[in-house]
T-cell receptor
Framework: KQEVTQIPAALSVPEGENLVLNCSFT??????LQWFRQDPGKGLTSLLL???SQREQTSGRLNASLDKSSGRSTLYIAASQPGDSATYLC????????????WGAGTKLIIKP | EPEVTQTPSHQVTQMGQEVILRCVPI?????FYWYRQILGQKVEFLVS????????KSEIFDDQFSVERPDGSNFTLKIRSTKLEDSAMYFC??????????????FGDGTRLSIL
């Protein structure tokens, strides 16, 4: 059964720093992995989708990498800003299921001004 | 940018009552989903829906739950007889139909369901 883990559960860094959020999964038979942002009491905003055949995806200051064989993905945030403060979630789509996303618990990120 | 819209944002219901959560997916999307997030827990998949049929459902999605696309724009989740443990944030999502498994899912802002 696929398990998705995100460590650390919380992270606090000063503004301007580059940072890396981690996501690991136990079953490498995935179609893709999607990173989301969740603001308190709000919905889930899709940030990046990285297919299993890809190594990286970039959007602005965000870069997601995927190492499927080792079951790991990272989300790199460059030059962090207070507006980046949110919970970041990763979710995988398994090959034994066409549709559902299996989620990590998230990393709560606080960027200190 | 097109978005998924969910109503209401917050629903308070007495235990045992029926509740209907509503969603308007992105207009050209063909796959629709419901997820829930109990406070402090992971997001969990409930059901996916395509071509007016359930395509996949989880163990959570028992006989108390049903989904419907009553017209060309709305997608609803009904809970027949609510329990205290149904209290959660419910998220609707949609994705494009073409090779859906490779497409991102786009989510609404959620409906917070509180069962008293």
């Amino acid at each position: 059964k696929q398990e998705v883990t995100q460590i650390p559960a919380a992270l606090s860094v000063p503004e301007g720093e580059n940072l890396v959020l981690n996501c690991s999964f136990t079953d490498s038979a995935i179609y893709n992995l999607q990173w989301f942002r969740q603001d308190p009491g709000k919905g889930l905003t899709s940030l990046l989708l990285i297919q299993s055949s890809q190594r990286e995806q970039t959007s602005g200051r965000l870069n997601a990498s995927l190492d499927k064989s080792s079951g790991r993905s990272t989300l790199y945030i460059a030059a962090s800003q207070p507006g980046d403060s949110a919970t970041y979630l990763c979710a995988v789509r398994n090959m034994d299921s066409n549709y559902q996303l299996i989620w990590g618990a998230g990393t709560k990120l606080i960027i200190k001004p | 940018e097109p978005e998924v819209t969910q109503t209401p944002s917050h629903q308070v219901t007495q235990m045992g009552q029926e509740v209907i959560l509503r969603c308007v997916p992105i207009s050209n999307h063909l796959y629709f989903y419901w997820y829930r997030q109990i406070l402090g827990q992971k997001v969990e998949f409930l059901v996916s829906f395509y071509n007016n049929e359930i395509s996949e459902k989880s163990e959570i999605f028992d006989d108390q739950f049903s989904v419907e696309r009553p017209d060309g724009s709305n997608f609803t989740l009904k809970i027949r007889s609510t329990k205290l443990e149904d209290s959660a944030m419910y998220f609707c999502a949609s994705s494009e139909g073409f090779t859906a498994r490779y497409q991102p899912q786009h989510f609404g802002d959620g409906t917070r369901l509180s069962i008293l």
